[in-house]
């Protein structure tokens, strides 16, 4: 009996395995930034959807993006405290500062972005310190959609689902609200519900018994109080 060797069909199909594009979520509020079209242009694959904490999900690694003017605004307003303390929930977590060599993020004057140099410089100490966050600073925006690609292509990890919006207290909501005016941080709002109880008694407050806790702010509080829309 002979037997006969198998004929390979040269023409047959290969199986060829196709490597898995990495992808980023990314929140529906970044749907207009940059950020995107510069990843897609990288081979990066995108999905848009409705996040409850952070900017990008990233290999399970959250992270938030602020430009250099936003950074600033949500410190100044407290914003930046809550998504910190909310960005917490992942196990590894990112804050990217975009746009150092188009904006200076603070300078030895404080006449130009309203903020002493040091409360910068202390803020970012915070960060890192207390809220334990690593800081990316970049250049541009497309310097953030590299350090992003780069960190998709990394080893893929699991991505946490159980993440929440932080839920404030009632306390903290009144303080939340107060802290909105110019000036006024944590222990002034303290001082001021301990003393007033209510936002409407701070509101109806004047000007003489708002500079016993707030001194010269008082001024800029009774404007806003009174400011049209």
Known sequence: ??????????????????????????????????????LISLGIDTEIKELKVADYIVNGVAVERKTVSDFISSMINRRLINQLEEINQYPERLLIIEGIDEQELYTDSEEKIGVHPNSIRGFLLSILLKYKVPIIFTKNYQDTARF??????RKSKEIPLKVNKKTLDKKERLQF???GFPGIGPKTA???LKKFKTIKNIINATEKELKEITGKKATNIQKIIEEKY
């Not at 023409?11 to 970044?30: A, C, L, Q, T, W």
């Not at 992003?148 to 292509?153: E, G, H, I, P, R």
């Open 148 to 153: 992003l690609s780069v960190l998709a292509k």
């Open 1 to 38: 009996m002979i037997k006969l060797k198998p004929i390979f069909d040269i023409f047959s199909e290969k199986k060829v395995k196709h490597k898995e594009r990495p992808k980023i979520i990314i929140d529906y509020r970044e749907k207009n930034s940059l950020v995107i079209s510069e």
């Open 190 to 192: 303290k001082k001021l």
């Open 177 to 179: 609200i107060i802290e």
